[in-house]
């Protein structure tokens, strides 16, 4: 059966461009009106097109919101994969850890409308697969970061580690955006806090004894 929030990809650059305009429209129509408000008529009016046009990559206003969390997804992990510099202690990579839950953060404070995205299609399943793919993603940065530092007998407990923290990162960065700047940047600060050798070590070995 197909997925009924399934779009067609675009193939030609012609066609690219249209579903760049699309998706920019909706983007800025978001900051501007929230999500609950979004309208295809008024995307198309603003991407110049046809609502026709729309519907013939994007089946619904869902499946719009769902494309520009991916949009957002993979722009954060390409940033944050880019700028990995080399670590040669345990210290120095959680000082990177903590510093692409930082850019993470950051990513989300510079977006005004990922927030609203987020909330606007949480419930749908799709949603659910795109952060656990997020997650999986940066979980490889992760563990990248820590497990030359271990014996190899002891990478896949990192692997899993790793998930663990990636998914956590990404719940712990949204909360902090709910809750406004001031409590969010206590929350962000207390997560890092938590990053750093003797944590892992402690995660680390006790899964091993268990």
């Known amino acids: 059966m197909v997925d009924k929030e399934s779009r067609r990809k675009p193939t030609q650059e012609r066609s690219k461009k249209r579903v760049d305009a699309i998706l920019n429209a909706a983007k800025s129509l978001i900051v501007e009106k929230g999500s609950a408000q979004l309208k295809i008529h008024e995307i198309a009016a603003r991407a110049n097109v046809t609502p026709a046009?729309?519907?013939q990559y994007f089946?619904?206003?869902?499946?719009?919101t769902l494309a520009l969390a991916q949009n957002t997804f993979d722009s954060n992990f390409s940033s944050l994969s880019e700028t990995l510099p080399s670590m040669t202690n345990k210290e120095d990579s959680c000082k990177v850890l903590r510093e692409l839950i930082e850019e993470y953060y950051q990513a989300y404070l510079n977006d005004p409308a990922m927030m609203d995205i987020w909330v606007s299609v949480s419930a749908d399943k799709s949603m659910d697969s795109l952060d656990?793919?997020?997650?999986?993603?940066?979980a490889a940065l992760i563990c990248d970061c820590i497990k030359?530092?271990?014996?190899?007998?002891?990478?896949?407990?990192?692997s899993r580690i790793s998930f663990l923290l990636s998914h956590m990162s990404?719940?712990?960065?949204?909360m902090a955006i709910s809750v406004g700047n001031d409590e969010g940047r206590t929350l962000v600060n207390s997560f890092k806090k938590l990053i750093n050798p003797a944590s892992i070590d402690s995660m680390?070995?006790?899964?091993?004894?268990?």
Request: a positive charge; zero cysteines.
């Open 170 to 174: 990404g719940s712990v960065v949204r």
């Open 204 to 210: 680390l070995f006790a899964e091993v004894k268990a």
């Open 59 to 64: 089946p619904s206003k869902n499946a719009i």
């Open 148 to 158: 030359h530092f271990y014996d190899q007998k002891f990478w896949g407990e990192i």
């Open 132 to 138: 656990l793919e997020d997650s999986r993603r940066h």
């Open 53 to 55: 046009s729309i519907y």
